[in-house]
Protein backbone atom coordinates (compact mmCIF):
# COMPACT_ATOMS: atom_id res chain seq x y z
CA UNK A 1 0.00 0.00 0.00
CA UNK A 2 1.36 3.74 -1.02
CA UNK A 3 0.97 6.79 0.92
CA UNK A 4 -0.44 8.85 -1.60
CA UNK A 5 -2.67 8.36 -4.96
CA UNK A 6 -2.15 11.96 -6.41
CA UNK A 7 -4.93 12.54 -8.96
CA UNK A 8 -3.26 15.45 -11.41
CA UNK A 9 0.25 16.38 -12.55
CA UNK A 10 0.13 19.51 -12.89
CA UNK A 11 1.81 22.70 -10.71
CA UNK A 12 -0.88 21.99 -8.02
CA UNK A 13 -0.14 17.84 -8.24
CA UNK A 14 3.90 18.00 -8.47
CA UNK A 15 3.64 20.33 -5.21
CA UNK A 16 1.70 17.77 -3.45
CA UNK A 17 3.95 15.05 -4.70
CA UNK A 18 7.32 16.79 -3.81
CA UNK A 19 5.88 17.59 -0.11
CA UNK A 20 4.85 14.01 0.39
CA UNK A 21 8.09 12.32 -0.99
CA UNK A 22 10.65 14.94 0.72
CA UNK A 23 9.77 13.47 3.79
CA UNK A 24 9.82 9.97 2.72
CA UNK A 25 6.07 9.10 2.03
CA UNK A 26 5.36 6.71 -1.12
CA UNK A 27 3.59 8.40 -4.09
CA UNK A 28 1.78 7.25 -7.35
CA UNK A 29 0.37 10.11 -9.67
CA UNK A 30 -2.30 10.01 -12.23
CA UNK A 31 -3.03 12.17 -15.10
CA UNK A 32 -3.10 12.30 -18.83
CA UNK A 33 -2.20 16.47 -19.12
CA UNK A 34 -6.08 17.10 -19.80
CA UNK A 35 -6.20 20.65 -18.08
CA UNK A 36 -3.66 22.56 -19.33
CA UNK A 37 -3.54 25.78 -17.36
CA UNK A 38 0.16 25.33 -15.84
CA UNK A 39 1.68 24.31 -19.98
CA UNK A 40 -0.39 27.70 -20.74
CA UNK A 41 0.98 30.05 -18.21
CA UNK A 42 3.21 32.70 -17.50
CA UNK A 43 4.10 31.43 -14.73
CA UNK A 44 5.40 34.60 -13.24
CA UNK A 45 5.46 34.86 -9.84
CA UNK A 46 4.57 38.70 -7.99
CA UNK A 47 3.43 39.53 -4.40
CA UNK A 48 1.98 42.13 -4.81
CA UNK A 49 -1.33 42.82 -7.24
CA UNK A 50 -0.62 46.08 -8.79
CA UNK A 51 -4.10 47.22 -10.05
CA UNK A 52 -4.95 47.51 -6.58
CA UNK A 53 -1.81 48.34 -5.44
CA UNK A 54 -2.04 45.66 -2.39
CA UNK A 55 0.30 42.35 -1.46
CA UNK A 56 -1.32 39.52 -2.17
CA UNK A 57 -2.06 37.44 0.84
CA UNK A 58 0.69 36.03 3.28
CA UNK A 59 3.38 37.07 0.45
CA UNK A 60 6.51 36.88 1.98
CA UNK A 61 5.60 33.67 3.72
CA UNK A 62 4.68 31.87 0.03
CA UNK A 63 7.49 33.72 -1.73
CA UNK A 64 10.40 32.63 1.08
CA UNK A 65 8.70 29.19 0.97
CA UNK A 66 8.73 28.75 -2.67
CA UNK A 67 12.20 29.71 -3.28
CA UNK A 68 13.84 26.86 -1.69
CA UNK A 69 11.15 24.66 -2.81
CA UNK A 70 11.90 24.98 -6.52
CA UNK A 71 15.27 25.19 -5.90
CA UNK A 72 15.72 22.10 -5.04
CA UNK A 73 13.11 20.48 -7.84
CA UNK A 74 16.07 22.36 -9.81
CA UNK A 75 18.81 20.06 -8.11
CA UNK A 76 16.89 16.98 -8.27
CA UNK A 77 15.80 16.98 -12.07
CA UNK A 78 18.78 18.92 -12.93
CA UNK A 79 17.47 21.43 -15.16
CA UNK A 80 16.54 25.19 -15.08
CA UNK A 81 12.96 26.34 -14.16
CA UNK A 82 13.20 29.35 -11.46
CA UNK A 83 13.98 32.62 -13.20
CA UNK A 84 14.68 36.04 -11.16
CA UNK A 85 13.32 38.70 -13.14
CA UNK A 86 12.75 42.29 -11.97
CA UNK A 87 9.25 43.40 -12.45
CA UNK A 88 8.77 47.07 -13.84
CA UNK A 89 5.22 48.63 -13.54
CA UNK A 90 5.45 50.93 -16.40
CA UNK A 91 3.74 54.69 -15.44
CA UNK A 92 1.36 56.62 -17.57
CA UNK A 93 1.14 59.48 -15.24
CA UNK A 94 1.80 61.69 -12.33
CA UNK A 95 -1.09 60.54 -10.58
CA UNK A 96 0.11 56.35 -10.74
CA UNK A 97 3.48 58.17 -9.33
CA UNK A 98 1.90 59.53 -6.50
CA UNK A 99 -0.23 56.09 -6.13
CA UNK A 100 2.90 54.64 -5.87
CA UNK A 101 4.40 56.27 -3.52
CA UNK A 102 1.14 55.77 -1.31
CA UNK A 103 1.44 52.19 -1.82
CA UNK A 104 4.74 52.86 0.17
CA UNK A 105 2.96 53.98 3.88
CA UNK A 106 1.90 49.94 3.75
CA UNK A 107 4.34 48.47 6.21
CA UNK A 108 3.24 45.06 4.24
CA UNK A 109 4.42 46.78 0.62
CA UNK A 110 7.81 47.74 1.72
CA UNK A 111 9.61 44.39 1.48
CA UNK A 112 8.27 44.14 -2.36
CA UNK A 113 8.61 48.22 -3.72
CA UNK A 114 11.30 50.20 -4.52
CA UNK A 115 11.16 53.51 -3.02
CA UNK A 116 12.45 55.35 -5.85
CA UNK A 117 11.21 55.67 -9.71
CA UNK A 118 13.55 54.39 -12.01
CA UNK A 119 13.66 56.04 -15.19
CA UNK A 120 15.93 53.46 -16.71
CA UNK A 121 15.36 53.31 -20.94
CA UNK A 122 14.38 50.44 -23.25
CA UNK A 123 14.32 50.81 -26.84
CA UNK A 124 10.97 50.23 -28.44
CA UNK A 125 9.18 50.88 -24.44
CA UNK A 126 8.23 54.93 -24.45
CA UNK A 127 8.48 55.89 -20.94
CA UNK A 128 8.02 59.66 -20.06
CA UNK A 129 6.69 58.82 -16.78
CA UNK A 130 9.24 56.02 -15.77
CA UNK A 131 8.58 53.14 -13.79
CA UNK A 132 8.03 51.26 -10.17
CA UNK A 133 10.38 48.45 -9.70
CA UNK A 134 8.70 45.68 -7.29
CA UNK A 135 11.02 43.03 -5.60
CA UNK A 136 11.13 39.31 -5.06
CA UNK A 137 9.42 38.88 -8.70
CA UNK A 138 10.45 36.14 -11.65
CA UNK A 139 8.99 33.65 -13.39
CA UNK A 140 8.84 29.81 -13.53
CA UNK A 141 9.15 27.97 -16.91
CA UNK A 142 6.30 25.38 -15.96
CA UNK A 143 7.07 23.84 -19.31
CA UNK A 144 10.41 22.48 -18.34
CA UNK A 145 9.17 21.64 -14.79
CA UNK A 146 5.87 19.54 -15.88
CA UNK A 147 7.92 17.91 -18.59
CA UNK A 148 11.03 17.08 -16.29
CA UNK A 149 9.01 16.06 -13.46
CA UNK A 150 7.36 13.63 -15.62
CA UNK A 151 10.03 12.58 -17.13
CA UNK A 152 11.10 11.93 -13.60
CA UNK A 153 8.26 10.45 -12.18
CA UNK A 154 8.05 7.22 -15.54
CA UNK A 155 12.01 7.00 -14.76
CA UNK A 156 11.18 5.97 -11.04
CA UNK A 157 7.66 4.88 -11.91
CA UNK A 158 5.47 7.08 -10.23
CA UNK A 159 3.45 8.49 -13.05
CA UNK A 160 0.30 6.50 -14.59
CA UNK A 161 -0.04 8.84 -18.16
CA UNK A 162 -4.18 8.25 -18.28
CA UNK A 163 -7.82 9.59 -17.97
CA UNK A 164 -8.79 8.75 -14.05
CA UNK A 165 -11.78 6.95 -13.97
CA UNK A 166 -13.91 7.44 -10.73
CA UNK A 167 -16.41 5.02 -11.18
CA UNK A 168 -13.51 2.80 -10.37
CA UNK A 169 -12.62 4.26 -7.09
CA UNK A 170 -13.47 2.57 -4.21
CA UNK A 171 -13.18 4.80 -1.04
CA UNK A 172 -12.98 1.98 2.04
CA UNK A 173 -12.58 2.86 5.83
CA UNK A 174 -8.79 3.80 6.31
CA UNK A 175 -7.68 3.39 2.59
CA UNK A 176 -9.02 3.87 -1.15
CA UNK A 177 -8.23 1.46 -4.12
CA UNK A 178 -8.04 2.11 -8.11
CA UNK A 179 -7.44 -0.39 -10.54
CA UNK A 180 -5.08 -2.25 -8.50
CA UNK A 181 -3.62 0.57 -6.32
CA UNK A 182 -4.88 0.65 -2.93
CA UNK A 183 -3.49 3.91 -0.91
CA UNK A 184 -3.99 5.48 2.21
CA UNK A 185 -4.88 8.67 0.58
CA UNK A 186 -6.53 10.33 -2.28
CA UNK A 187 -5.51 13.89 -3.26
CA UNK A 188 -7.38 15.44 -6.57
CA UNK A 189 -5.03 17.97 -7.82
CA UNK A 190 -7.01 18.15 -11.08
CA UNK A 191 -7.58 21.97 -11.84
CA UNK A 192 -10.70 23.13 -14.16
CA UNK A 193 -11.28 19.23 -14.34
CA UNK A 194 -12.67 19.13 -10.49
CA UNK A 195 -16.00 19.81 -12.62
CA UNK A 196 -16.00 16.04 -13.69
CA UNK A 197 -15.16 14.98 -9.98
CA UNK A 198 -18.19 13.41 -8.38
CA UNK A 199 -16.32 13.78 -4.70
CA UNK A 200 -16.01 17.61 -5.98
CA UNK A 201 -17.90 18.87 -8.29
CA UNK A 202 -19.88 21.06 -6.30
CA UNK A 203 -16.95 22.98 -5.11
CA UNK A 204 -17.23 26.76 -5.99
CA UNK A 205 -14.67 26.70 -8.87
CA UNK A 206 -15.10 29.37 -11.57
CA UNK A 207 -12.29 29.19 -14.12
CA UNK A 208 -10.85 32.21 -15.98
CA UNK A 209 -9.74 31.04 -19.54
CA UNK A 210 -6.45 32.96 -19.94
CA UNK A 211 -4.68 33.56 -23.49
CA UNK A 212 -1.26 34.73 -24.12
CA UNK A 213 1.04 35.33 -27.00
CA UNK A 214 4.96 34.56 -27.34
CA UNK A 215 6.18 36.97 -30.06
CA UNK A 216 9.90 37.66 -31.03
CA UNK A 217 11.07 40.78 -30.95
CA UNK A 218 15.00 41.12 -31.53
CA UNK A 219 14.75 45.14 -31.10
CA UNK A 220 13.09 44.83 -27.86
CA UNK A 221 16.17 43.95 -25.82
CA UNK A 222 14.74 43.89 -22.53
CA UNK A 223 15.96 42.58 -18.86
CA UNK A 224 12.81 43.06 -17.24
CA UNK A 225 9.37 42.11 -16.93
CA UNK A 226 7.10 44.90 -18.10
CA UNK A 227 3.63 45.70 -16.63
CA UNK A 228 1.37 47.87 -17.82
CA UNK A 229 -2.15 46.47 -17.98
CA UNK A 230 -0.61 43.30 -19.53
CA UNK A 231 3.16 41.98 -18.99
CA UNK A 232 5.61 41.52 -21.51
CA UNK A 233 8.47 39.01 -20.02
CA UNK A 234 11.61 37.95 -21.69
CA UNK A 235 12.24 34.49 -21.28
CA UNK A 236 15.33 34.18 -23.96
CA UNK A 237 16.48 34.41 -27.62
CA UNK A 238 14.81 37.77 -27.89
CA UNK A 239 11.36 35.75 -27.03
CA UNK A 240 8.78 37.30 -24.77
CA UNK A 241 5.24 36.20 -23.30
CA UNK A 242 2.51 38.46 -23.52
CA UNK A 243 -0.41 38.54 -21.71
CA UNK A 244 -3.34 37.37 -20.44
CA UNK A 245 -6.56 37.70 -21.18
CA UNK A 246 -9.17 36.91 -18.90
CA UNK A 247 -12.52 35.09 -20.27
CA UNK A 248 -15.40 34.03 -18.13
CA UNK A 249 -18.11 32.22 -20.52
CA UNK A 250 -15.38 30.18 -22.51
CA UNK A 251 -14.26 27.13 -20.80
CA UNK A 252 -11.85 25.57 -23.54
CA UNK A 253 -8.85 25.27 -24.08
CA UNK A 254 -8.86 26.55 -27.90
CA UNK A 255 -6.82 30.03 -28.71
CA UNK A 256 -9.67 32.42 -30.15
CA UNK A 257 -9.14 35.49 -32.67
CA UNK A 258 -10.50 37.52 -30.59
CA UNK A 259 -8.33 37.07 -27.78
CA UNK A 260 -5.50 37.66 -29.94
CA UNK A 261 -6.47 40.96 -31.33
CA UNK A 262 -6.81 42.28 -28.29
CA UNK A 263 -3.55 41.16 -26.88
CA UNK A 264 -1.72 42.61 -30.13
CA UNK A 265 -4.30 46.33 -29.25
CA UNK A 266 -3.03 46.39 -25.80
CA UNK A 267 0.56 45.51 -26.66
CA UNK A 268 0.56 48.38 -29.06
CA UNK A 269 0.10 50.87 -25.93
CA UNK A 270 3.65 49.11 -24.39
CA UNK A 271 6.07 49.01 -27.16
CA UNK A 272 6.51 50.39 -30.47
CA UNK A 273 9.07 48.09 -31.75
CA UNK A 274 8.35 45.35 -34.45
CA UNK A 275 8.10 41.73 -33.79
CA UNK A 276 6.97 38.26 -35.20
CA UNK A 277 4.19 36.18 -33.10
CA UNK A 278 5.40 32.83 -32.67
CA UNK A 279 2.57 31.27 -30.59
CA UNK A 280 -0.88 31.22 -29.63
CA UNK A 281 -1.49 29.49 -25.94
CA UNK A 282 -4.47 29.01 -23.76
CA UNK A 283 -5.96 27.44 -20.67
CA UNK A 284 -9.00 27.72 -18.60
CA UNK A 285 -7.19 28.87 -14.67
CA UNK A 286 -8.76 27.38 -11.71
CA UNK A 287 -10.11 30.42 -9.92
CA UNK A 288 -12.45 31.07 -7.54
CA UNK A 289 -14.78 34.09 -7.20
CA UNK A 290 -12.72 35.12 -3.80
CA UNK A 291 -9.21 34.50 -5.31
CA UNK A 292 -8.79 32.25 -2.69
CA UNK A 293 -7.17 28.31 -3.34
CA UNK A 294 -9.67 25.76 -2.24
CA UNK A 295 -7.59 22.96 -0.18
CA UNK A 296 -8.90 20.65 2.61
CA UNK A 297 -10.55 16.98 3.37
CA UNK A 298 -13.96 15.79 1.97
CA UNK A 299 -16.23 15.80 5.14
CA UNK A 300 -17.63 12.64 4.62
CA UNK A 301 -14.74 10.66 3.21
CA UNK A 302 -11.41 11.63 5.75
CA UNK A 303 -8.81 9.96 3.09
CA UNK A 304 -10.35 12.52 0.28
CA UNK A 305 -8.18 15.37 -0.25
CA UNK A 306 -8.45 18.87 -2.44
CA UNK A 307 -5.61 20.76 -3.68
CA UNK A 308 -7.20 22.79 -6.16
CA UNK A 309 -8.12 26.72 -6.84
CA UNK A 310 -4.33 27.75 -6.95
CA UNK A 311 -5.80 30.39 -9.75
CA UNK A 312 -3.41 32.94 -11.27
CA UNK A 313 -1.02 32.82 -8.83
CA UNK A 314 -0.38 29.50 -9.21
CA UNK A 315 3.78 29.02 -8.96
CA UNK A 316 3.61 31.07 -5.90
CA UNK A 317 0.80 29.01 -3.92
CA UNK A 318 1.25 25.79 -5.27
CA UNK A 319 4.21 24.81 -2.49
CA UNK A 320 2.60 26.32 0.16
CA UNK A 321 -1.15 24.89 -0.23
CA UNK A 322 0.48 21.42 -0.59
CA UNK A 323 2.74 21.87 2.58
CA UNK A 324 -0.67 23.40 4.20
CA UNK A 325 -2.71 19.88 3.37
CA UNK A 326 -0.06 17.31 3.77
CA UNK A 327 0.15 18.80 7.38
CA UNK A 328 -3.47 19.06 7.86
CA UNK A 329 -3.83 15.36 6.36
CA UNK A 330 -0.88 13.90 8.72
CA UNK A 331 -0.61 15.95 11.61
CA UNK A 332 -3.87 17.27 12.07
CA UNK A 333 -3.20 20.83 11.36
CA UNK A 334 -6.45 22.54 10.55
CA UNK A 335 -6.19 23.94 7.23
CA UNK A 336 -6.27 28.07 7.04
CA UNK A 337 -10.04 29.43 7.06
CA UNK A 338 -9.43 31.29 4.65
CA UNK A 339 -8.06 28.22 2.53
CA UNK A 340 -10.73 25.67 3.24
CA UNK A 341 -12.82 25.36 0.49
CA UNK A 342 -15.76 24.56 2.98
CA UNK A 343 -15.93 28.16 3.57
CA UNK A 344 -18.96 28.41 0.84
CA UNK A 345 -22.29 27.74 2.42
CA UNK A 346 -23.01 26.12 -0.45
CA UNK A 347 -20.34 23.62 0.14
CA UNK A 348 -21.59 20.22 2.32
Same mark, same amino acid.
Given at each position: ?????????? @??????????????? =???????? =????????????? #? *????????TQNAWEHI??????? &?? @????????????? #??YRKFSSIE?????????? %???????????????????????????????????????????????? +? &? %???????? !??????????? !????????? +???? !??????? +?? %???????????????????????????????????????????????????????? =?????????? @?? &??????????????????? *??????????????????????? @????????????????????? =??????????? %?? !????????
Amino acid at each position: MIDYLIVGGN @LAGIAFAETAINVGK =SVMVISDK =SQNSSLAAAGVYN #P *VVLKRMKPTQNAWEHIMYMKPFY &EA @LEDKLRIKIDYPV #PLYRKFSSIEEQNMWFEALD %NPKLIPFLHPEIIHERFEGVPSPFGFGKVLHTGYVDTVALIDGYWNYA +K &E %NKIMINET !FNYQLLEVNEG !FISYKGISA +KHIV !FAEGFGI +KQ %NPFFSYSPLNGTKGELLLIKAPQLKLSVGIKAGLFVLPVGGDLYKVGATYEWEDKT =SVPTEAAKQE @LV &EKLAEIITCPYEIIDHYAG *VRPTVKDRKPLIGTHPSFKNVHL @LNGLGTRGVMLAPYMAKELYE =SIEYGIPVNKE %ND !FRRFPAVP
